[in-house]
C-alpha cells in the first residue's frame, strides 16, 4: 500500500478535497461508485498535474487495501443512508485502528451514533464538518473535526495542510468526542443562514424603501467590505447584485426567483436550539423566511387579499442600515455560540469558542473580519454569550440605536424584517432585568396550578384565583 489517505465519494465537494490532498504532496487513493465518475477525475487530476499523486481504483477492497495503516478513508457521499451504506460496506474490509472520515452535511446525532457503533469495534470514527463550497474544498476550506482523538493524529498533517489559513495559522481543528465537528459545522450554517438573511433584509429597505437598483445596492455593499461588516457574505452580495443576465441585460437579481432553497442544516441549528432551551432567535428567523419565501403563491395570493403594500420610504440612511447590520450580526454570533456553548456542556465536548471562532475567519462560507475581533474577544475570557464579552459591549452600545432605527422604519414602511426584528427583541428581552413572565407564571398558575416564585417568601406559591368565570 503506497498512499497516505483514501477518500470515497468523487462528485464536486469529494473531487476537489482529493485534489488539494495531491497538490499538498500527499498520495491520494480515491474511488467512487460509479466508475465513469472515476474516469473524469483521472483526466482532471492528469490536466491539473496531479495524476502522480493520485491512485484510482475502482474496486473496494483493492482500495482500501491501497492505503497504509492505520488508514484514514475520507467518504464524502450524500448525508444520510448512503453514509450507512458506505460504512457497512467498508466494515468488513477495515482492521483495527484505521478510521473513517466523514466530511459531508451530517446531522450530528447521526454521527454521534456511528460513533457510538464504530469505537468499540475498534474503527475509529470522524466527523468532519468542511465549509468553503466547492473552491474551499479544492483550496481551503475551514475543517471542524470531532469523533475518535487517537485517529485524528492519524489525518490531522494532512487536514491541516489542505485547510484554509488565516495569517498563516490553520482553519482546522479537532473540536470534541463524537459529533461535535458535525454539529459546530451545523450552528456554523445556522449562522451563515441568519447572516444571509440578515443581508436579504438589508437589500429589501435598499430596493423597496430607499428606491435603490441593484447596481447602487452592489456598490454600497461593496464599500462596506472595507469596513467592520467586511466577509465573504458581503462581498459575494456585491458580485451577485451587479451580475448582469445576458439574454436581456437586466440586473441578474431581477429575474431570479424569491424563492429560497433549504438542505435541512438550519432547521437542525433551530431544532438543537430550541431542545437545549437556548434562544437562537435569528437562526429560527432565518429558517422561517426561507420558508415563507418557498410559498410564491400562498404570497401571491395574500397580497391580492390585503393590497399591496403602501409606497412608502423607508427613513433611514445607509450608515443606519451598516449598523444596523452589525448589531444584527453581533446577536445572532452571540445566539449561536450560546447554543454551541450548552451543547458543549450537555455533551461533555468541551469545545473551545475562541478556536471555532478562529478557525472560522478564512475558509468557511461566514469568513469575516469580525470572526477575528471575536476569536481574540474571546480569548481574553469566554464569557458564554458574546453579548457579555467587553469588547462587544461597547460595539453593541454603539449599534443597536441604528438596528431599533431600521427596524421601527421597516415596520412603518410596511417591509419585512424577520431576522433582524428578532434580533432586536432578543437584545432587548436579553437585556430587562425585569421582565413580562411574572404575568406568564400568574396565568399557568390560574389555569394548572404550576406555582409561582415569590422572592423572600417561596417557590412553590400559588394565588387564589377565582373558580368561576364571567363566560
Ligand atoms: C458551507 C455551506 C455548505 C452548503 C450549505 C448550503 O459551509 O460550505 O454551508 O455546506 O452550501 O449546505 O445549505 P442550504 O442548501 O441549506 O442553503
Known sequence: STADIGLIGLAVMGSNLALNIAEKGYTIAVHNRSSGRIDEFVAEAREQGLDGKTI????????????????????????????????????????????????????????????????????????????????????????????????????????????????????????GEGGAGHFVKTIHNGIEYGDMQMIAEVYGVMRDGL????????????????????????????????????????????????????????????????????????????????????????????????????????????????????????????????????????????????????IWRAGCIIRSRFLDQMSAAYAKGEATNLLMVPDFIALMKDSHPSLRKVVAAAATAEFPMICLSAALSYFDSYRQAQGTANLIQGQRDFFGAHGFEIVGRGTDLHGKWPSTLGN
Not at 234 to 254: F, K
Not at 311 to 326: I, P, R
Request: glycine share 10%.
Open 56 to 175: 484510482a481504483k475502482y474496486d473496494l477492497a483493492d482500495f482500501v487495501q491501497s492505503v497504509k495503516r492505520p488508514r484514514s478513508i475520507i467518504i464524502m457521499v450524500k448525508a444520510g443512508k448512503p453514509v450507512d451504506d458506505m460504512i457497512e460496506q467498508l466494515l468488513p474490509l477495515l482492521e483495527p485502528g484505521d478510521a473513517i472520515i466523514e466530511c459531508g452535511n451530517s446531522l450530528f446525532t447521526d454521527t454521534q451514533r456511528r460513533f457510538d457503533y464504530l469505537t468499540p469495534k475498534g474503527i475509529g470514527y470522524l466527523g468532519v464538518g468542511v465549509s468553503g463550497g466547492e473552491e474551499g474544498a479544492r483550496h481551503g476550506p475551514s475543517i471542524m473535526v470531532g469523533g475518535s482523538k487517537e485517529q485524528w493524529h492519524n489525518a490531522e498533517a494532512v487536514l491541516t495542510a489542505i485547510s484554509a489559513k488565516f495569517n498563516g495559522e490553520p482553519c482546522c481543528a479537532y473540536l
Open 211 to 358: 428606491g435603490m437598483n441593484p447596481k447602487a445596492c452592489a456598490e454600497v455593499f461593496k464599500e462596506w467590505n472595507k469596513g467592520p461588516l467586511n466577509s465573504y457574505l458581503i462581498e459575494i452580495t456585491g458580485h451577485v447584485l451587479e451580475a448582469v443576465d445576458e439574454e436581456t441585460g437586466r440586473p441578474l437579481v431581477e429575474l431570479i426567483l424569491d424563492k429560497a432553497g433549504q438542505k435541512g442544516t438550519g432547521v437542525w441549528s433551530a431544532i438543537a436550539a430550541q431542545q437545549m432551551g437556548v434562544p437562537a432567535t435569528a437562526i429560527e428567523g432565518a429558517v422561517a423566511a426561507r420558508s415563507i419565501s418557498a410559498r410564491k403563491d400562498e404570497r401571491v395570493a395574500a397580497e391580492a387579499a390585503y393590497g399591496k403594500r403602501a409606497d412608502k420610504k423607508a427613513d433611514v440612511t445607509l450608515a443606519d442600515l451598516e449598523k444596523a447590520l452589525l448589531a444584527g450580526k453581533i446577536v445572532s454570533y452571540a445566539q449561536g455560540f450560546a447554543v454551541i456553548a450548552k451543547a458543549s456542556e450537555e455533551n461533555g465536548w468541551g469545545l473551545p469558542l475562541s478556536i471555532i471562532a478562529k
